[in-house]
């Protein structure tokens, strides 16, 4: 990749990644959060046993209410950075592989894509030929995509708006609606619609995430509808309730987004969840509401879910 100008994302900042931080604030070279044992993905995800979760610092969204925000914000103490040469990477992998159920995710890595080619052939190389999953925001570039798609077996996007008010709003990208739309369409004309299993556990296909957010049904309709229009209702949506105020929101360092300083009401819940069973979805989960005390990381330890 040539880093003097970096178009990897949508951003498509231009910046020299090797001498000057771009939107993402990421160098060239990886820095890697954790790499743990997951156990809180969707069930064909995790398993019984886990997944391997490769946690990338930085993000080229900086979605205001990331959980993440420690490891993904533009400002990531670099205590909290644990690997950054790929060779301790593939060594810890290595290691977690063994304890999981065979499969390795990708978490946030829109602007570290390039990382991966290099980062599954030195897997092959050692006999390990995990599921990989791409975890992602869904602001991703399609020619980016078709350059992982050789190493990529299941796409876990997330479709966070189509309202671009609230993209630009929360996430400094009022493109994300056409962006992301062009990204699912790529995953879905790679994987389709089916998520075949074995044992329970995925070994291709899509799963599309929603996070409802306060205040913001109309939003997640949207969303939704979008799904249901351009790709099917046959795809397994991931329904998700978990939102929590993250603590960037409370302690003052952010203050202009009262209305996300509360987790989801049950009327607002119910009004998505009744829009999802009426556009025909009949494939995922639906988190139960109080999923909100649940999922939350802590990125001072190398294992982050503490599994």
């Known amino acids: 990749m040539d880093f003097g100008a970096c178009h990897i994302c949508p951003r498509s900042c231009g910046a020299n990644r090797r001498v000057a931080a771009g939107f993402c604030h990421a160098p060239s070279e990886p820095e890697i959060a ?10 064909p995800i995790s398993g019984a046993k886990g997944i391997c979760n490769l946690f990338f610092a930085h993000c080229n969204l900086q979605c205001v209410f990331c959980q993440n925000h420690d490891i993904s914000g533009t400002a990531v103490d670099k205590d909290k950075i644990f690997y950054k040469d790929l060779d301790s990477v593939v060594d810890r992998i290595a290691e977690v592989l063994q304890t999981s ?8 890595p829109s602007h570290y894509a390039y990382v991966i080619p290099e980062l599954m ?17 869904g602001y991703d570039d399609v020619e980016t995509l078709q ?22 709003k929360y996430s400094h990208a009022a493109d994300y609606p056409e962006k992301a739309a062009k990204a699912l369409q790529e995953m879905f004309r790679q994987k389709g619609s089916a998520l075949p ?34 790709l099917s209702t046959n795809l397994h949506i991931s329904l998700m309730s978990q939102y929590f105020p ?6 003052g360092s952010m203050k202009d987004f009262p209305e996300l300083t509360r987790t989801l009401s049950e009327d607002e819940y119910e009004q998505v969840k009744e829009k999802f069973y009426a556009l025909g979805f009949h494939k995922g989960w639906v988190q139960e509401l109080a999923s909100n005390e649940s999922f939350r990381p802590d990125f001072s330890k190398k294992e982050a879910f503490g599994n």
């Open 34 to 43: 954790s790499i743990c044992v997951h156990k809180g993905e969707e069930p």
């Open 101 to 108: 159920e065979n499969m390795l995710g990708f978490v946030s």
């Open 121 to 137: 052939e030195r897997l092959h190389e050692r006999g390990l030929f995990p599921t990989t999953v791409y975890n992602t925001n």
């Open 147 to 168: 350059m992982v798609e050789p190493y990529v077996d299941i796409y876990l996007p997330d479709l966070k708006y189509m309202d671009s008010a609230l993209a630009q």
């Open 197 to 230: 299993c074995d044992d329970g556990v995925a070994f291709r296909g899509i799963i599309i995430r929603h996070l409802v957010l306060p205040g913001a049904v109309e939003n997640s309709i949207k969303c939704l509808e979008w799904i249901a229009d351009n």
């Open 246 to 251: 993250p603590k960037q929101l409370l302690d």
